[in-house]
């Protein structure tokens, strides 16, 4: 079982930056890969970024692409999400996962509000 808190939500208005901290407690070791997911009110949950533990490779989602970057701190057993150039569109509940080697995302935190206003 891992254990995932998020932290680092709140409120900017557009063009702003924000940066989340996901610490990971636990069964670490078994996870492959940790990303960001989001949900917007009334929406389905969307992916956001993914780090590869083994290789550091990330992957984005279209929409932030070039604007968030994932990171990791090894020691601190954490990932970050960078969100530069907020856009209202990037409001909603910011979800830390982890995905074992299976590839499914079984580890979930509680989530973290993020509310950008134009």
């Known amino acids: 079982q891992v254990t995932l808190v998020e932290s680092g939500g709140g409120s900017v208005q557009a063009g702003g930056s924000l940066r989340l901290s996901c610490v990971a407690s636990?069964?670490?070791?078994?996870?492959?890969?940790m990303g960001w997911f989001r949900r917007a009110l009334g929406m389905e949950r969307d992916f956001v970024a993914k780090?590869?533990?083994?290789?550091?490779?990330?992957y984005y989602g279209v929409s932030v692409l070039g604007r968030f970057t994932i990171s990791r701190d090894n020691a601190k057993n954490a990932v970050y999400l960078q969100m530069n150039d907020l856009k209202s569109e990037d409001t909603g509940v910011y979800f830390c996962?982890?995905?074992?080697?299976?590839?499914?995302?079984?580890?979930w935190g509680q989530g973290t509000r993020v509310t950008v206003s134009s």
């Open positions: 780090l590869v533990w083994s290789n550091n490779v990330t």
């Open positions: 636990g069964r670490t070791f078994t996870s492959y890969a």
């Open positions: 996962a982890g995905q074992n080697a299976g590839l499914t995302w079984s580890d």
